[in-house]
């Protein structure tokens, strides 16, 4: 990501698309298994295959299919997918100051395409200090590859739904959380960011019984919360190493 | 149910909030202290989604935090990994290998 040498338009769109590879892995099964459920939930192949395409937000796919099966009215399960999306506009909030000078004929496909995958590798490339004019290449290339990944994805799990059951059964939902993992690790680089992220996950399990993934909403508010609050009350300049951090969990 | 409206209707209201705040905060001037918040935003979310995957049982929603629990085991290993290494594909890896061994010895221990 960082090189020496001058940021490119096509530089920056590989490196995006090389960042977001890990995060490509973790999401195949997860795009296999929405594909397998779509289909055994009573939607229609192409339904399945059409939501990937249109609507591209993992976690609500899911729950979309799953109260499809559950005979959920329409309207319920489009609200319930505006709850659960909801998150994208905290993202949406934190990119907005790097992508405002981009005309509407990048933001359009950008906003279109933000996961959290692709978020949270391109949120990390903007924090960087070089002043490269091109990194919404990098989120170009990032999205795209988590998008074309998707669709590959649903549709060969369209054709598994028919052929393998009870794709669950082999854990491969673990995947995107061990890939969150990984991710987190790699994030947490100062005291205020690992107590935002403990006091974020420790709400989360607190607030699991709110409908929605509303839990998950109110919890990251209050991580942040935690954070600033830590950030304001510890010097600045502490910047802790991976080991002095991992020291702070049993306070 | 129609598909296509249900589909249209989802596509919408995903839509709106990922594009529009980007677009409608890009053009206000926003404050060092939001923007200093916000940076916050990805480990949080991403905390927000861990835990509770971890630590509570995917059937009843309780908590779980015996050997019993292979998410839990897994998810431990997986996060020593990706501290020491800070490799991701590493840590996705092992996790998922190590998941799978953890299921195997506890369908051999309880026979």
Redesign the interface.
């Given at each position: 990501m960082t090189s020496s040498t001058v940021p490119t338009r096509r530089g920056e769109f590989w490196a995006g698309f090389r960042a977001t590879?890990?995060?490509v892995?973790?999401a195949i099964p997860f795009g296999i298994i929405f594909g397998a459920l779509g289909v055994t939930s009573g939607?229609?192949p192409?339904?399945t295959v059409?939501?990937s395409l249109?609507?591209?937000?993992g976690s609500?796919q899911f729950i979309?299919a799953g109260l499809?099966a559950g005979q959920v009215g329409?309207s319920i399960?489009?609200?319930t997918?505006?709850i659960v999306?909801?998150?994208?506009?905290?993202?949406?909030?934190?990119?907005?100051?790097y992508?405002?000078?981009?005309p509407?004929k990048w933001?359009?496909p950008?906003?279109?395409w933000?996961t959290?995958e692709s978020?949270?590798v391109v949120?990390?490339r903007y924090?960087q200090p070089d002043d490269s004019p091109y990194k919404h290449w990098y989120y170009l290339g990032s999205a795209v590859f988590m998008y074309t990944n998707w669709q590959l994805c649903t549709l060969l799990g369209v054709v598994a739904g028919q052929t393998i059951p009870d794709l669950r059964n082999w854990?491969l939902d673990?995947?995107l959380?061990?890939?969150?993992?990984?991710?987190?690790?790699?994030?947490?680089t100062s005291r205020?960011?690992l107590i935002?992220?403990?006091?974020?996950?420790?709400?989360?399990?607190l607030l699991?019984?709110l409908e929605n993934k509303l839990?998950?909403v109110v919890?990251?508010l209050l991580?942040?919360a935690a954070?600033?609050m830590a950030?304001s009350v510890m010097p600045p300049e502490v910047k802790a190493t991976?080991e002095t951090a991992?020291g702070v969990r049993h306070e | 149910m129609n598909e296509f409206v249900l589909i249209a209707g989802m596509m919408l209201v995903t839509f709106i909030p990922r594009y529009g705040v980007m677009a409608l905060l890009g053009r206000i001037e926003m404050p060092g202290r939001v923007f200093r918040a916000l940076r916050f935003v990805p480990p949080v979310v991403l905390s927000a989604i861990i835990l509770p995957a971890v630590l509570l049982n995917s059937e009843d929603g309780r908590l779980d935090l015996t050997l019993r629990n292979s998410f839990l085991i897994a998810g431990i290993i997986a996060g020593l990994v990706a501290w020491r290494s800070k490799n991701l594909l590493l840590t996705i890896v092992v996790g998922m290998a190590a998941l799978w061994v953890w299921r195997w010895l506890l369908m051999s221990a309880g026979g």
């Open positions: 590879l890990p995060l892995v973790g939607l229609s192409m339904a059409g939501m249109f609507v591209f937000a609500a979309a499809v329409m399960i489009i609200f997918t505006f999306n909801l998150r994208h506009a905290l993202y949406s909030a934190t990119l907005a100051p992508v405002r000078n981009l509407q933001l359009l950008l906003g279109f933000l959290d978020f949270v949120v990390t924090t854990g673990f995947a959380i061990v890939t969150f993992i990984g991710m987190l690790i790699t994030l947490i205020p960011l935002s992220a403990v006091a974020a996950g420790l709400s989360a399990v699991n019984g839990g998950l919890a990251a991580g942040v954070g600033v950030e991976p991992g | -």
